[in-house]
């Protein structure tokens, strides 16, 4: 009887792993610049590095930067996702899109790091490493201006999942599904999400305005 | 409403303030990447393992830890409880030890042979 279930349970562990077995990545049909870059890397092309750091520093800094409003913990967490990103190379399956892969990890190092920051608290971001908001009028752009940093703080105080949310498909323009899987939750808890994470910034900034 | 209070933000200023971004990293930043692309460069990814491998390695682990489980699962049977032979047995395993030498010769041509094996008395009741 144990051993029956046992082995019941190792083959179906050995089926399992027959089945997320690597797909090796065609350079000339993957489609995404990306999947082929990670493919080039695990094959130790250093300028593939090169060419996804190019690409995907500055969403990640973005991302890091309203997440935890410290531009020195944003640079250290976006160069921590690209030692990830070496070392995965070679385990990497072009499955989904790899902006899904690279935010999962993303968010993965944002946890850890805000966890590490319970015991310790971090410097808020100078609002001014941001670009200039397009404003028609000069009493739009000075409102705008003051709007930034209340923003910043109410958005730091969100709760992770209702700021990540928001920030993956308002500031990095993903569409529902791909942020979904990112967040590994259905589209349908996402719209929830999003439009409870709405609320309770826009509460919070009239709160502090 | 007070007119003095601010006005609360809009959705299309939040809107607005979220589409805000970092236009360019910083020299310090950049620095960094190129000491940390050198670091990284003296320890290249780990190559991608091949199917086949992961199949033979899940077979080999299984494999070894069903030997495991079979030594190293005690026997859960109980013991043989030891009792006294009845006297019936007794006389059977008397009767057993004398007929024991009688093995080689249980081939059909040796039968006339066995009929002439001196066999104990039975025990008169």
Request: charge should be neutral.
């Amino acid at each position: 009887m144990l051993f029956s279930s046992f082995f019941n349970l190792w083959l179906g562990l050995v089926w399992r792993v027959a089945l997320d077995a690597p797909v090796p990545v065609d350079d000339t049909a993957a489609g995404d610049d990306d999947a082929v870059a990670m493919s080039r890397l695990a094959r130790g092309d250093e300028q593939a590095l090169q060419q996804l750091f190019d690409r995907w520093k500055l969403p990640l800094l973005n991302y890091f930067c309203r997440s935890l409003g410290s531009q020195a913990e944003a640079e250290d967490l976006t160069l921590e996702v690209f030692v990830r990103l070496h070392r995965a190379a070679g385990d990497y399956r072009p499955t989904a899109k790899f902006s899904t892969f690279l935010f999962l990890i993303a968010r993965n190092l944002l946890r850890n790091e805000l966890r590490r920051r319970r015991r310790k608290p971090a410097v808020p971001t100078a609002p001014d490493m941001f670009d200039t908001l397009a404003a028609d009028t000069a009493v739009e752009a000075r409102r705008l201006a003051e709007l930034e940093e209340v923003f910043q703080l109410a958005l730091t105080r969100l709760p992770e999942k209702y700021r990540t949310a928001l920030l993956l498909l308002l500031q990095q323009r993903m569409d529902y599904a791909e942020a979904a899987a990112v967040l590994r939750i259905t589209e349908n808890a996402l719209r929830v999400l999003v439009h409870r994470g709405r609320q309770l910034l826009k509460t919070a900034m009239e709160d502090s305005v | 409403m007070n007119p003095l209070r601010p006005q609360p933000p809009s959705d299309d200023e939040i809107d607005r303030l979220f589409a805000r971004r970092i236009q360019d990293t910083t020299p310090e930043f950049e620095r960094r990447w190129v000491d940390l692309k050198r670091a990284l460069r003296q320890a290249p990814p780990r190559p991608r393992a091949p199917a086949w491998s992961l199949w033979l390695g899940g077979v080999t682990a299984g494999a070894a830890l069903l030997v495991a489980l079979l030594v190293l699962t005690p026997d859960r049977r109980p013991p043989p409880i030891a009792e006294a032979p009845s006297p019936a047995l007794v006389e059977l395993f008397a009767l057993d030890a004398v007929l024991i030498r009688a093995t080689p010769l249980l081939d059909a041509e040796s039968r006339a042979e066995l009929l002439h094996l001196p066999v104990p008395t039975p025990r008169q009741s």
